[in-house]
Structures are given as structure tokens and as C-alpha cells.
């Protein structure tokens, strides 16, 4: 149920502001609002929903300032996981970082946003499972938990899934190929940076309109 309700957030089936009214969820996904109330307070402590005074939960709506900061934290940590992947990862995670490679060019192909950020969100559990440190692990999905939803703007910009591609498979070469940790680690922070500057100006489009 929770990974569900994510997805509909993340691929703005439900848009930031949007009311989750408990009824309406409970007849969609055709379970008890026991369940979907403990979906709600799982993704709350995501920072993917919000419980507003008299109106109940809703979808977070992330501030330009909101999305500035979580850019700058899973610039950093994606770095070093990156880093730690080279060094660390066995040559069957190195071997399944290439084939989800492939899984992400396949998906950003097909042109479906959920399927995309699916592909992605695999890509990036092998490549957090092979770092070793499960305390990054940790973090960083909490940080790409929020960051998912500017994800979509990202990869929706024009001519950014072609760069995607290639930023990722950069960041595969120097940390599944090579082992090289600085270029691994060179390789996401331009990823990061790049997406970060993509989804930003999204983002203050739709504030201007």
C-alpha cells in the first residue's frame, strides 16, 4: 500500500496540496483505513505527505528553498555512495549495475513516468547496496523519497532524458567498470547537478505562471 500511494505522489497522480481523503483512498486501492492510515504516517515521515490543521493529510508541497537544500544533501551523499560502490561493490553488484543500466535506457525509451522513475529507483538500490554502509543507504533514500517528485519534473524537460543516459552511464563506468572511485564520484555530482538545475528552473516556471 505505501509503495503504491508513493507512486501516485511521485508521478503526480496526486499533485502537491492535494487533499488524501481516507474514504476515497480506501475505495481506490479497496483496503481498510487502517492500512491506508498507516500508509499516510509512513509517508509523512518521508516528507511526502503533510497533516494540515482541519483539513487532515495531503501532499507536501516542497518550496524552492525546500528542494535547493535536499539537492545540495543528495548531491553529496550520491557522491560518496558512488565513491564507496568502486571500492567496495563485488564484481555480481558491479554485474547488476551494468544490466540496470541497460533497465534505465530501456525505460527512458518507452517514455512512461512511472516506469522511468522505477528503473531508476532499482538502479539506485544496487548502487546503495554495494557501498556497504548501510547508514548512507538510509539517508539518501530518505532524501530521494522527496527529491522523487522534482525527479519527474527532470526527466519530463525537454532533451534531459538523453543527458540522463549519459550522466548514468558515466557514473556505471568509473564505479562498475573501472572502480574508480574519483571518477565515480565526479561522475554523480555532475548528475545531481545537472538534474538539480533542470527540476529548479521547472519549478520556478510553474511559480511564474
Known sequence: MVTALRRAIVTSEFKPGDRLVETVLCEK??????????????????????????????????TLHDAENLYEVRRALEALASSLFAERATDAQCAELVAQLGHVKAAIAAGEPAERLAAKDRYYDVLLDGTGNEEIARMLRSVNARTQMLRALSLNASGRSERTIAEIARITAAAAVNRDPDEARAACEEHVRNAAEVALSEMRKAMDS
Not at 483496503?31 to 493529510?57: D, F, H, K, W, Y
Open 29 to 62: 486501492y479497496s483496503v481498510s483505513r487502517t492500512v491506508i492510515r498507516e500508509a499516510l504516517r509512513q509517508l509523512e515521515s518521508e516528507g511526502l505527505v503533510a497533516m494540515v490543521p482541519n483539513r487532515g493529510p495531503e501532499v507536501a508541497t516542497l
